[in-house]
């Protein structure tokens, strides 16, 4: 049995904590003198960017165009070399907390990954890791901002929640002393960061605030394909047009079988699609001025693509009820023939599959892009506490932030062997034990308190790391990032407001795409979002930051 991998669900519904609206109003923070707590960079100043010092890792395949990630096919010779000079800890306890996308397991002294984790980094260990529904995480942020029981290290996603800026200045170390530079190089690890992911996350009133989990350049979102019926169809490939997409989907749509699956949770999987017809990935910018993705022609286009596939019955007729849990079987057993889901789950679904060849589509449409760029995944802030306890928890990040084929690597993604995981003939952490399918890095994430940028490497799958390095290469030129990606967290209006823009967004789409509402109204339909969650605001504060960096 394969290890499991760590994943996402499509449309994690960035910035879906709505629900945490119902925890109460948007908390504010205040400085030292009793006054509102400024996040923005305008005016003020600005810490240098971490000195860059890449990490020695050895790639089979080497990185891709456009910041793409090499792919390793066969796992390092053993034994593994530390990242690390020595255990980070003092000894103490250190609390954490993070979101997961897997299952509920027990975090007490017996479970052996924490006690294994927090014994190689010298500490007990005491990690909070909250299962994500789409709004828990944001909820949970929340609870713990109105209680104040601050966890030593905070994992924050990088779609944020309401009022985290104002939090993160007030509550959290600056870490810009420890980091700025050349000091940075006291903690290997973090030197290898790449500055592009620094300057991703952003600063806070001029300050940097947190660590980066920073991800290589790829396709977020792609359309999950049985390649031999696309071939097979005349669909396959670059240059398929829209009318040419739907006719032969709508044809392949027959007898209990669909050409596009999604789920309740994907929205008609419009991430996907919204690319297919050339909409920004969420804001989009041009001569620093932003713009919201639904409030451009391509979005809208793709919203009347969408609505065409629902009449033409090539969305299953449960998308607006069939649970996300329910989804990926319908792909396995051909019962969907595309799925819009997130890249990053490929290699552990497409691994399973039997009958078919599983790819990634490239999108059809005339000038297509796929949602991606590189990115932070999210960013980990530190509690305010002496220098001492700050440079001890930069250490503990450090450990955790340890380069794809080292010890530290191998125990927080994989555990202990003969424990957690049994290697392969090629000596890679292939099979889970009993234990290991419980106790492992999509139950505990420890890779979200950081991680190092990560190669394509699926144990014992080195076909399937090929493909999945090909599919990249093709879809890098075509992958465009979120504009607004370094400019939120110095965005008041964005931290206060942008919880309820995904799920409005998600409802406008489903209403649209299944009838309930006009697509001709769709301008209307924007234009209310817009007003209701201060999009206008959010892109001049966006326009404001980007004039302010340098």
């Excluded at 699609?273 to 001569?287: I, K, M, Q, R, T």
């Excluded at 202990?416 to 890679?428: C, L, N, S, Y």
């Amino acid at each position: 049995m394969s290890l499991n991998m760590s994943r996402r669900s499509v449309l994690r519904a960035a910035g879906a904590g709505a629900a945490v609206l119902a925890a109460g109003p948007a908390l504010t923070a205040c400085d030292s003198d009793g006054g509102p707590v400024s996040v923005s960079n305008e005016g003020t100043k600005q810490a240098a960017w971490p000195a860059h010092v890449p990490a020695k890792v050895h790639y089979d395949l080497p990185a891709l165009p456009e910041n793409g990630a090499p792919a390793v096919l066969d796992y390092p010779s053993l034994p593994l070399p530390s990242s690390v000079r020595s255990k980070p800890g003092d000894g103490s306890t250190v609390s954490c907390m993070a979101l997961s996308y897997g299952a509920a397991v027990k975090l007490d002294s017996s479970n052996r990954l924490v006690r294994a984790v927090g014994d190689a980094i010298g500490v007990t260990l005491k990690p909070r890791f909250v299962i994500d529904t789409g709004t828990s995480y944001t909820t949970a942020l929340a609870t713990m901002m109105a209680g104040g029981d601050q966890p030593d290290i905070l994992m924050i996603p990088a779609t944020g929640a309401p009022s985290i800026s104002e939090f993160i200045r007030s509550k959290c170390a600056d870490l810009s002393e420890y980091l700025s530079g050349d000091a940075i190089k006291e903690y290997p690890n973090l030197a290898a960061l790449p500055t592009r992911g620094w300057q991703l996350m952003g600063r806070i009133g001029g300050g940097i605030y947190g660590v980066p989990t920073y991800r290589y350049n790829a396709p977020q979102v792609g359309l999950f394909a049985d390649r031999d019926k696309l071939e097979k169809a005349g669909i396959w490939g670059r240059g398929v047009g829209v009318q040419e997409f739907t006719d032969a989907m709508a044809k392949l749509s027959v007898n209990g079988r669909y050409g596009i699956g999604s789920s309740s949770a994907a929205a008609f999987g419009w991430t996907y699609h919204a690319g297919a017809a050339g909409a920004p990935n969420w804001w989009g910018e041009s001569g620093g001025s932003f713009r919201f993705t639904a409030d451009t022609p391509e979005f809208e286009q793709a919203v009347e693509n969408m609505h065409r596939f629902h009449t033409h019955r090539i969305y299953n007729p449960d998308a607006l009820t069939l649970g996300a849990g329910d989804a990926q079987p319908k792909f396995l057993n051909g019962t969907w023939l595309t799925w819009s889901n997130g890249t990053g789950a490929a290699a552990q679904i497409f691994s399973q599959v039997r009958g078919f060849t599983p790819d990634l589509a490239f999108p059809y449409g005339d000038r297509p892009n796929t949602p991606g760029g590189d990115s932070v995944f999210g960013f980990t802030v530190i509690k305010k506490s002496s220098p001492a306890r700050i440079k001890m928890l930069l250490r503990i990040l450090d450990f955790f932030a340890a380069p794809f084929g080292t010890k530290e690597f191998e125990l927080t993604r994989y555990g202990v062997e003969g424990v957690h995981f049994t290697r392969d003939k090629g000596g890679a952490p292939a099979h889970a034990t009993r234990l290991g399918q419980t106790e492992n890095s999509t139950n505990l994430p420890f890779q979200y308190f950081n991680m190092a940028p990560q190669p394509l490497f699926f144990p014992g799958l080195a076909d399937l790391t090929k493909r999945l390095y090909t599919s990249q290469k093709a879809l890098l030129p075509i992958c465009v990032p979120d504009a607004s990606a370094a400019y939120r967290f110095s965005s008041a209006t964005f931290s206060a407001k942008w919880a309820g823009v995904s799920p409005a967004l998600n409802s406008a789409v489903m209403d649209a795409v299944s009838g309930k509402t006009k697509v001709s109204d769709w301008k209307g339909t924007v234009a209310r979002i817009k007003q209701q969650n201060g999009i206008d605001r959010m892109a001049e504060e966006f326009a404001e930051a980007k004039s302010a960096a340098r």
